[in-house]
Every structure is written in structure tokens, then in C-alpha cells.
């Protein structure tokens, strides 16, 4: 299915950990076609390779008893290290409260930042993660990590010691894909490629979060443990969601071929 979209000018990429598909004409794919046929995010992984990290736990601790922080530990997909990266965090009491006075020490595991300009605070922005209410509750929402994959460059100094700055979700163009499935096809069907568009955020409010998949470290099956698929009309990305627009009246067999048919495609339906 893959190749036969590919073959017939539709995109496929991933962005920010989710598999996405832009049908050549702006035709919305509908939820049952994505949900089908979302082990082409294992293809994809398995074909290209990427050195991309899972998240799995995290500790908190004064390093060197004065510099409070939280090492979050990745374990890598393929090949590779396990490796660890580590954020500037508080460990103490911002106010008086029933359970402590300021300045004492939080339980074991919880931590808080003190605004939204700390590198914790951007590295769960750019994850796509919810967010928690309060700047001292993110320790309650660590999981949401799980089942998004991590890029990142390793520091100079310690190799198993990820550069914070550089951690982001996993991101591989529609052009690569392309290159990786039908490289003797990259320059013929250059012309076919639809028009790029400006793509547009959504909103914090509109950001859904990642599903705990239940990954496994390595995985060479063809099913997807990873990422969601994501419908983008129009150059719009829009994370899978019962406000989707569903094509009715159509059964997802009857779109499969009108999507991917001979015939469509050469009554214009690859622009």
C-alpha cells in the first residue's frame, strides 16, 4: 500500500512522531483507511533506520548534592546505546503547604521548574505531550513520554549523554520516504509531487497527546507500535480525533480503490 501511494503522487511522511498522508488532490483520508494501514510507520522505520530513542523512566536528584536536576534515560529503537539526558529541576518547596514548609524537600520523584523559559519546560513542548495545570504536576504526566520517538545529537563529551537542546520527536520528510521506496522514481515523478503548502500549528489547545503504545525496544514486525496517524488536508495537521472528517456513505475498501486506482489516477487524480 505504501508503494502504490507513492507510485500515485501521495505524500507520506512522518512529523512529530505520527505517520502522516497527503492525498494528491486534498482529498481527506478517512480514519478507517489510516487505522488500517498504519504499519507503514514500522515500514518506514524499518526501511530507513533512523537513530531514534524511546523515553522509559526518569529519576530526580542533587548532583554533586548541590545541583538539583532530572536524568531522563532513551533506549535506542535499532542499534545503539542506552542513553540518558538530564534538566535543570527543583527539588524544594515553593510555598508553605499542609504537607510541608517552603524550602523542604518534595516526596521521592516529584520535582517542579520554576517557569516556562526552563529547558524542561521547552523540551515537553516540542514532545507534543500534554500538559499538566501546574508547573510543580508534571511528574503525574511522565508517561505521556511513552510512544513518542526521540531524535537527538549526542554530547561531545560523554557519547551516552544526550544534548538536551537538540531532543525533538522523529521526523522523516516525504522526500526521504520517496527516495527509500522508489529511488528509481525520485526524478520521473518529480513532476507529480503536489504543490508544498505552508503548514499550520495547532494551538496548544488543539494538540492531542501521544498514546502509550506499549513499545518495544526493537521491533522488526510489520505491525506500527509508534506514532499516530494524522489526516492533513490542506496542508493542516491534525491529530487523530473523532472530529475528523469522515467520508460517509463510502466504505473504507470503496475509498481504498478510488484512492489508489488506475483509473482515478488517470482521470486526475495525482495533479
Partial sequence: MLIRLLERGHEVCIESSRLIIRSANNQPVPESFLEKHSGMFQEILDRIKPKVYEY????VAAYDGRYPGITLQFRPIFEGEYSFAIFNVELTRERDTKAGRRGGKLPPGQFRIKSERCGFYQFWLHSGAVFPRRLSAFHDYMGRLKGILFTAECSRKEPKRLDAKTIRPLSISAETVREAFLP??????????????????PDKVSTQSHVNRGLQPKSTTGTSKYGKAVNREAGIGTPLSPSIQRIKDQSNDEWTARFCSPADHHQGMVS
Fill in 56 to 59: 522509559y523512566e526518569y529519576s
Fill in 184 to 201: 528509481d522514481m525520485v526524478q520521473t515523478n518529480a513532476g507529480q509531487t503536489p504543490d508544498k503548502r505552508r503548514t499550520i500549528l
